[in-house]
């Protein structure tokens, strides 16, 4: 059971739009900034997202991401074959000290 | 870069050191973490060295884990003792260039496989 609370799947067609939640609670969304992260299977995770809005140099503005009170959301737009992938949200949790990390939405594009 | 080493097949209660080696960018100057992936599960955060020095470790791993820096080779280690069968994963060091807090993981190793069997 993650800290963080994501689906586990979502799906969409290509050229469409898509978000992926992310719950958390007062210590860690509500209080601290959130990443998020894509994943495909035997590579290493690329930062998407950045103190709760930011994309990093290089990451497709097709990504953007909001934050209010204790959850986020990642929005996907134009959406490609190629990212298809794992997403995952992360934040620092003051009450227990560490990085949590969501369970991770597996993104199918149809 | 970065680039893991020292992954392995390790029977249960044995040991392993992971390193880390960081080239491009200084280990000291930024936040320095071990994230792991289980087979079939999500990325689990395993613990961080601040820039400032301070150290967090998941409940997980705490007390068997240790996480440490070599400013010198400009590395980052992980030491894993009482090693359990959970333990298997690829584990991925990540820098967070934030300052003060942790903004997010730019920066990842290809990762290293750690088995515990």
């Known amino acids: 059971q993650s800290v963080l609370t994501q689906p586990p799947s979502v799906s969409e067609a290509p050229r469409q739009r898509v978000t992926i939640s992310c719950s958390g609670n007062s210590s860690n969304i509500g209080k601290n900034a959130v990443h998020w992260y894509q994943h495909i299977p035997g590579r290493a995770p690329r930062l998407l997202i950045y103190y709760d809005n930011l994309l990093p140099s290089g990451v497709s503005a097709r990504f953007s991401a909001s934050k209010s009170g204790t959850s986020a959301s990642l929005a996907i737009s134009g959406l490609q074959s190629e990212d298809e992938a794992d997403y995952y949200c992360a934040a620092w949790d003051d009450t227990l000290n560490g990085l949590v990390f969501g369970g991770g939405t597996k993104l199918t594009v149809l | 870069l970065l680039v893991e080493s020292g992954g392995g097949l390790v029977q249960p209660g044995g040991s392993l050191r992971l390193s880390c080696a960081a080239s491009?960018?200084?280990?000291?100057?930024?936040?320095m973490s071990w994230v792991r992936q289980a087979p079939g599960k999500g990325l689990e955060w395993v613990s961080v060295?601040?820039?400032?020095?301070?150290?967090y470790y998941a409940d997980s791993v705490k007390g068997r884990f240790t996480i440490s820096r070599d400013n010198s080779k400009n590395t980052l280690s992980l030491q894993m003792n009482s090693l359990r069968a959970d333990d298997t994963a690829v584990y991925y060091c990540?820098?967070?260039?934030?300052?003060?807090?942790?903004?997010?993981?730019?920066?990842w190793g290809q990762g290293t496989t750690v088995k515990v069997s």
């Open positions: 491009g960018f200084t280990v000291s100057s930024n936040h």
């Open positions: 990540a820098r967070d260039p934030g300052v003060g807090l942790l903004l997010g993981m730019d920066v």
């Open positions: 060295i601040y820039s400032g020095g301070h150290i």
